[in-house]
């Protein structure tokens, strides 16, 4: 069992920056494809970014392409979502999740979920 925690949310004017956080429990972390996802009010919950167990393959969804940037430290059992150039579209609840698939995973197929953390962006 993997529990996730995410952690680094807020408000921040259009522009501005963000880093989010995902801590997780289990030893097996560093074996796992991990991934963000974010769900906007009345829409439906969509793939952001992925990383590969090593870190050395990651994918992301266009709109976020250049200003977002995921990473991991299997050391300290966390996955990153470095957020850039925010805009107000980009306002959501952001949830990382983890799979034992050895790839990148672009859709929803991950066996652990975090309990989200919301992005505000104001313009």
């Known amino acids: 069992q993997v529990q996730l925690v995410e952690s680094g949310g807020g408000l921040v004017q259009a522009g501005g920056s963000l880093r989010l956080s995902c801590a997780a429990s289990?030893?097996?972390?560093?074996?796992?494809?991990m991934g963000w996802f974010r769900q906007a009010p009345g829409k439906d919950r969509d793939f952001v970014a992925s990383?590969?167990?090593?870190?050395?393959?990651?994918y992301y969804v266009d709109s976020v392409k250049g200003r977002f940037t995921i990473s991991r430290d299997n050391a300290k059992n966390t996955v990153y979502l470095q957020m850039n150039s925010l805009k107000p579209e980009d306002t959501a609840v952001y949830y990382c999740?983890?799979?034992?698939?050895?790839?990148?995973?672009?859709?929803?197929?991950?066996?652990?979920w975090g309990q989200g953390t919301q992005v505000t962006v104001s313009s």
């Open positions: 990383i590969s167990w090593r870190g050395d393959s990651t």
């Open positions: 289990g030893r097996t972390f560093s074996s796992y494809t």
């Open positions: 999740a983890g799979t034992n698939i050895p790839r990148v995973v672009t859709t929803a197929e991950y066996d652990y």
